[in-house]
Every structure is written in C-alpha cells, then in structure tokens.
C-alpha cells in the first residue's frame, strides 16, 4: 500500500491543537532579559540628538546600544545597502536607532520611552511616479556606494531612486503599434498588503564562547544566519540559528528582522540571554509588506482583433532598503503576457526606493498584480472588441511548444486548455451569462508560475525501533509541506506508517543548508532530498537484512515496517531488527540526499537587469468567481470560486486543499478588504489590525478545487509546487466579476465599497470613469 494521495493526519497537528507546541515566541530562557528597540517616529529626517544617558542610569538596565557601539558594517541580502542602526539619518517610520535590554519587557519599553531623540524631518520621498524624476530628493545619497552581496560582479542596472530595473525591448514593438487598427491602454494601481499572520516576530539571542546563537519562528534560518552574520561583520559560522513552530509568514520571514538587535544586545550581556518581541502595531509597520505599484500596459491589435504587440511598465516600491526585491523585477518579463499570444512585447519592470517601510516577499509576490493587470487588460480589449470574454482568451491561448519573451519554452502549456476544460465542466461560461441577474457578474482569469527551485537537504536515520527521523533545516511554515508532505514521502519510500517518521526542527549547527519555506519549493525540493536519502537507507537496510534472512540484497523489498524477500511476505525482518543488527555490526543506518532544480534554458540577452531569467517547474491555474454587489452599501460578496490548478501529482490531498483555499481567501483579502495605505508623509495609515480589514470566513465561499495531474518525472513521486499559485488570480477573477456586475470597470486593488458606489453612480449619471 502507499500513502501518497492519501489523507494523512499531519504530525505536528496534536501538538498545535492542543497548544502543546513551543512557537519561537513561547521560547525563554533561565536567567533571560528582555529587550526593546526605539524606533524612528518619523520616515525621513536628519538625527540631530540622541542622548541615551537618561536608560543607561535607570535600576535594572543592562545595555544600550545605537549606531555608536554596533559594527560600522553594511548588510542585505541583494544589496548591501542598510546599517544594523539608523545613524545620521532615517529613512523610514519605525527604523531601529537604538536598542535597550532590561530585567523586564515593561522597563525595556521605559527605558526606550526615556531616551532623548530629536529628528530634523526632510521630504519623504513616497510617490512612485515623482521619486523617479531627475530633481526628486534621493532616499540614498550615497546609493552608488553600495555593493552587491554576491560582489561587485554581481551588480545590475540601479540608479539614485531606481534601486532596479530590468527592460527588454525586443524588435518588432514600435511597427506593431504604428500598424495597429487599434489600441488599447490601462492603468492599474494596487496598494500595499500586509503578511497578518498570528505570530508577531521574535527572537531570542545568546553570546558564549564567540558564538551567537539565535532562537527564532523563521521561514529560512540559514538566511538570518547570514544576514546576522553581515550586520555584526563575522564568520557566519560564528551564528547558530535553531528554529521553532511558526505561526505564519507568508513570506515576511524570510529575512531577518529582530534577530540581528537580540544578538548586538546579548554581547553585552556576559552570556545571559536577551529576548525581543514585536507589538502588534510594531510588527504591521516595519513588516516587509507585499508592495504597491503601477502597472501601465498597451496593446496594439490588427483589424481582426489579434495582438500584435504590446507594452508593459511597472513601477514598484521597494521602500527604504532592498531585501530580496531586487530578484522581483525580473517576474514582470514572465508574466506581461500573461498565457496569452500578444506578439513582440516590450517590458520594464522598475523598483523605487521610497521613504517607506521596505517591503518584500508575500505569497505570490509581485505575480498578484501583474495578472490583475494583464486580465482586467483583456477584459478590456473584449469590451472594446464587442467580443466574448471567454473566447477571447481561448484564441490567444498558449499551446505546447510556446516561447516566451525570454527564450524558455513551454513544452506543456497545453495543460492551459485542460485547466480552461475543467472549470468550463462544473461552471459552464454560456450558462453562467445566459443566468445572469442585476448587480451580478463572472469573471475568468488564468496563469502559470514557478516552483522555486533553491536547494535543498535532508538526511534520514533509521532507529533502533525502527522509526525514522528526518534531520532537515526545512521549515513548516503552517502549510503542511514538512508534516504531512515530506513525512508521506519518506514513510512511503521506508514502507512504514506516517507516525513513525520523526522531522527535526531546523538547526543550522546540525542540518544541512536549505533554502527556507518559500516559493512552493519545499514538498518538491526537500521532498526529493528525503526521498533520495531514504532510498540509501533501503539499500542499506536490504544489505545487513540480507544477511539475516541469508538472501541476496538484490531480492528483497522494504514494505509494511519489514524486510522481506519479494513475493514470499513470509521471509520477513523487522526494520528495527534490521536496524538494531546494524548499529552493532556495520553502524547505524542513515542516508543523505541534497537537490536542486536546475533553471530552464533561457536568452541571456533577452533583458537587462535579469536577475530571474527563467521559470522552473512550472504549473497552470485557471480561476473563475462569481460575485454579487449591493447596490445600496457597495459591498462585494464572492458567491462562488472554481479553481483549476496544475499541481503534478497530489502528495496530500488535505495539504493541498488547505493551501488551494487559504491562498483563495489571502487573495479575496486582496482584491476587496486590506489595503495598507501610506500618507503623504510616508507612515502609514492603518496601523492595527483593527483597522487593518481582514476577510472573514463568511467573506469567502468554499472553494471548488479540480487538481490535474501531469507528474514531474524530476519531482517527488511527480510533485509539482502548489502554496503560490492559488493566491495569484482571486484579484483579477474578482476584479473582472466585479466589473462585469456593475457595467463599469474598477481597476484598482482593494475594491472598496466606496468605490463600487462611486461607480455606480457613475453610471447613473452617463459619466465616463476614467481608465
């Protein structure tokens, strides 16, 4: 029997629903401090005083550190552009300028409130379009100081605010447009969207012996193991990062945040330990958000309604500092076109230093905006067209064999038509209109993304009473990829019960390097690492069996928790037999695995600034909603959601609804609820979750899920990335049906109830809304 495609319950699942769980912000420690950080109040300014005299002297105060007393070193994981401690200047609200530790979290705060800081306020550079003219103030003076942290080798195109661009500007452009019967050009803006998971971010530090170690709830420990390692310019071998249950990221941690403070200030502290906690207010505005951009495109069409070409512009705000942004322009290239045919097509993805908290990595990333712009565009084109929505798409679809604007091709993009197929099955698009009713509509949108191909490690034990422990610096980051993906795979490949497969927390001390929960990546990549080194352990446990039941290795199998000859289940051992004999006689029993998907073939001259040049593994998404707007409120209620998604082969079926409906639900938020708007002065103006508007499970249908299976021959048992993609599309179907509801587009990201009446009463009065 196996128990891939089954439903398995996960393993960590008792101990969270039990609270039973250590998450990193339950961790403490004998003898522990605590500590609190001052924050810039303001986003842009020039540091005129700052005394720290007043908590040095207050009782139970053990350290005070600023820009003074931590190492002159720059850190970042694209660029090396951000110091530990703002120094002269700030740059954006909630920037660190000095940290305390104290005997308690309460006078740690005191001690931070005492501290004297006067700040000479300067413009704030906030607005994407104004930051990029020639006479806009420049958030970093000195930009062309910083380096690469891959080396000087490793630069790409960056200049004053631009903080990176990638263009490509293939032949062909300029004579479609100048051939085109028509053209057709949008705007779309979204705003920012916060990660809001239940876990604000912690961190607890130790200094002994010349080492940190750093306790932390983190998607990617070896990562702020390197990130610590630059802010307090040491070996990073002189960091140890030991990693605890998460609660969420979403990709906000997946570089460092309070772990580099809590190590400057447990220097200080002769050993004891120092432990700093986010506020809630604390986490939302210094929380590596998903970005707000711009996105402007065009399309040329010929007299039939063809694409012959198009243009693409994003502007996207990278904030104050660049993190792992850098990488992010490049996705622009890959999705302009969306999966439709739209001839030459010229592309410029460009991230803006701002002086606004930096933003990040959020499921899905910048692809969330980019496919609300291209769909909301053929949404657009069709109306103009007096054409079928549906149909439209299905002409310009991708077929097999496609390739891209940079060169890869897409050798099963057919799986397009299946995935269209599918939802057409259970929600046929003429019936759909043909049933429709005021205020109302249906919306379609499609797309294809990457699985993360970042490399991966594990190794598997067998023990004495054969059990299996799977030592990995994988990270379950609440999807279920390590505690029910990876441990199916193994228990599969060992032949025994799920139960019995034991993950390790991660440890970079103990386990080898893994790229962190992100991207899709971590079923396939740590669950073909696990697989290959549990295929080592059944060789070698067929080897020391053999000896025991006097059989050769070559006619023995591993199933149902025993070694046994193939076809005679009677001439069997027990693992732990097996395993017990070998710890005495040859050593125990272990295997090592370590993979890597390699990037497809791509044209390295296609763009500058290419720093994602291709996508590997990918997968196909088909998404079709259904809402109803009330006339009278504005509210938009989504009243179906269908989801066609190419997933390889199901290793969980649990695990792969549960993240097929949480990133529908993270994009209903999207589309309609949370916005994380930024004033004028740069601060942003939700501040809490209060008013920071989250869907609720009323505001979110059941999802209709309809898996296709096309296995990965390089995947486990097929597996294919799955977390991602859901989350791109529920902004563009939603934005498409809303706009089909009410005969009037809505081009901006959330969709507030304001602005369905706007438009509404727009097209009572015979106005003509702006595009």
Not at 28 to 37: C, D, K, R
Not at 653 to 681: C, F, I, K, N, W
Request: glycine share 10%.
């Amino acid at each position: 029997m196996t128990v891939i495609g089954e439903r398995v319950p996960r393993t960590d699942g008792r101990a969270k629903a039990s609270g039973e769980a250590v998450y990193g912000i339950d961790h403490a420690e004998p003898g522990m401090v605590w500590g609190a950080l001052l924050r810039s109040p303001v986003s842009s300014g020039r540091i005129t005083r700052l005394d720290t005299s007043p908590a040095t002297a207050m009782p139970g105060v053990h350290a005070v550190v600023t820009a003074a007393d931590a190492p002159d070193a720059y850190a970042g994981w694209v660029l090396r552009d951000q110091r530990l401690f703002a120094g002269d200047r700030v740059r954006y609200e909630g920037q660190p300028v000095a940290a305390v530790a104290a005997d308690t979290l309460e006078l740690a705060r005191a001690a931070v409130a005492a501290i004297v800081l006067e700040i000479e306020p300067l413009p704030a550079v906030v607005d994407l379009d104004a930051a990029l003219a020639p006479d806009a103030p420049l958030v970093h003076p000195d930009w062309a100081s910083y380096v690469p942290a891959g080396g000087p080798a490793a630069d790409y195109p960056r200049h004053g605010n631009l903080a990176a661009e990638s263009v490509s500007d293939p032949p062909g452009v300029d004579e479609a447009f100048a051939r085109a019967h028509r053209i057709v050009a949008d705007e779309y803006r979204v705003q920012r969207q916060y990660q809001a998971y239940i876990e604000p971010k912690s961190a607890v530090a130790s200094y002994r012996d010349g080492r940190y170690t750093i306790h932390t709830a983190h998607q990617f420990p070896y990562n702020v193991r390197d990130r610590v390692a630059q802010f307090l310019d040491v070996r990073t071998s002189a960091v140890r990062v030991v990693g605890h249950t998460i609660g969420g990221g979403f990709g906000a941690k997946l570089d460092a945040a309070l772990e580099p403070y809590a190590a400057v200030l447990a220097r200080s502290l002769r050993g004891r330990a120092v432990k700093l906690v986010n506020t809630r207010t604390e986490d939302l505005i210094t929380c590596p958000s998903r970005e707000g951009a711009v996105t402007r495109i065009r399309s040329a069409l010929d007299a039939d309604g063809t694409i012959i070409g198009r243009e693409l512009e994003v502007i996207a705000d990278n904030g104050a500092y660049s993190g792992e942004m850098p990488w992010l322009a490049s996705i622009a290239l890959h999705c302009a076109r969306g999966v439709y045919r739209a001839g030459p097509t010229r592309v410029a993805a460009r991230l803006v230093y701002t002086n606004t908290t930096p933003t990040g990595a959020f499921r899905g990333v910048n692809g969330t905006y980019l496919y609300h712009a291209v769909e909301r565009h053929m949404d657009h084109i069709a109306a103009e067209l007096g054409a079928d929505r549906m149909e439209y798409r299905r002409r310009h679809l991708f077929d097999d064999g496609e390739e891209l604007l940079n060169g890869q091709v897409l050798h099963d993009a057919g799986i397009l038509r299946e995935a269209f197929d599918a939802v057409e099955a259970v929600a046929p698009w003429k019936e759909l209109q043909a049933a429709r009713r005021p205020h109302r509509g249906v919306g379609i949108a499609a797309a294809w993304w990457l699985t993360n191909p970042m490399p991966g490690t594990a190794v598997v034990k067998i023990q004495d009473d054969g059990t299996a422990t799977v030592v990995t610096a994988a990270t379950d980051n609440g999807s279920g990829a390590v505690s029910m993906g990876v441990t199916q795979i193994v228990a599969d490949r060992l032949g025994i019960p799920p139960s019995d497969v034991f993950v390790t927390l991660p440890d970079t001390d103990v386990a080898g390097f893994d790229a962190g929960s992100q991207g899709s990546r971590t079923t396939r990549i740590v669950g073909k690492a696990s697989m290959i080194a549990a295929d080592e352990v059944v060789e070698k446990l067929k080897e020391v069996a053999a000896g025991i039941l006097e059989a050769s290795a070559a006619d023995l199998e591993v199933a149902d928790g025993t070694v046994r000859v193939a076809g005679a289940p009677g001439t069997s051992v027990p693992i732990a037999m097996v395993a017990a004999t070998a710890t005495n006689t040859v050593g125990p029993i272990q295997g090592t695995g370590s993979f890597v998907t390699p990037f497809p073939d791509f044209n390295p001259g296609c763009a500058t600034g290419l720093m994602l040049p291709s996508f590997p593994t990918p997968t196909y998404h088909v998404h079709l909603a259904e809402v109803e707007v009330d006339p009278v409120t504005g509210t938009v209620r989504v009243l179906r959601y269908v989801v066609a998604q190419e997933v390889g082969r199901v290793i969980s079926p649990d695990g792969t609804y549960g993240q097929v409906m949480g990133g529908v639900t993270q994009g209903v938020g999207y589309a309609l609820h949370e916005s994380l708007r930024v004033g004028g002065d740069g601060r942003y103006v939700e501040r809490t979750l209060e008013s920071y508007r989250l869907p609720l499970a009323g505001d979110v249908p059941r999802v209709e899920f309809l898996p296709l299976e096309h296995p990965d021959p390089d995947g486990p048992y097929g597996a294919k990335g799955v977390g991602e993609g859901p989350v791109l599309l529920p902004a563009a179907a939603i934005a498409n049906a809303v706009s089909d509801a009410i005969g009037r587009p809505l081009d901006d990201i959330p969709i507030t109830p304001e602005d369905v009446l706007a438009a509404l009463q727009a097209a009572g009065d015979g106005e003509e809304l702006p595009r």
